[in-house]
């Protein structure tokens, strides 16, 4: 499967975009969709700056990523909203965040709503409940139960 149109937007909506670097709330280097990782071979720092293209294919290089994480942990069937919700929490979080969670234990046992149930509980970023964080699991609960 890939990412929808619906399923792009809310990532976007959520991950805001940055074209100057500036560090996430626990300290971490970002830009652009909320990206982690290395630019074109250059570590993200203090004073970076990307054009709107570059933010483009980083995101779409991300959500590429992480669709291939999602289908090999989920080992049942989903609806399109269901992916679509399942890249938006991975892009946030990591395959890794996925892999280790009840969400995906329930999830890859059938049992869709308790599945859907646990994307509330993944609201904090360093130990803190983050206002931002609690509405996007929320809507990413509303899109995988739509």
């Known amino acids: 499967m890939v990412t929808s149109e619906q399923g792009l937007a809310l990532i976007k909506h959520f991950e805001g975009c940055r074209l100057e670097a500036y560090q996430d709330v626990v300290g971490v280097w970002t830009i652009g969709y909320g990206w982690t990782q290395s630019v074109d071979g250059v570590v993200i720092h203090a004073g970076m700056q990307i054009d ?19 289908g090999g942990l989920v080992s049942v069937p989903v609806s399109q909203s269901q992916f679509d919700a399942l890249v938006s929490f991975v892009y946030n979080l990591g395959c890794r965040s996925l892999a280790d969670s009840t969400l995906l ?42």
């Open 52 to 70: 709107q293209l570059t933010a483009d294919r980083l995101l779409l290089s991300g959500i590429g990523e992480y669709e291939s994480g999602v």
């Open 105 to 146: 234990k329930k999830l890859n046992q059938q049992d869709y709503a308790g599945a859907a149930m646990e994307f509330p509980r993944w609201n904090k970023a360093g130990g803190v409940v983050l206002a931002g964080l609690t509405s996007r699991r929320l809507a990413e609960q509303k899109l995988f139960l739509s």
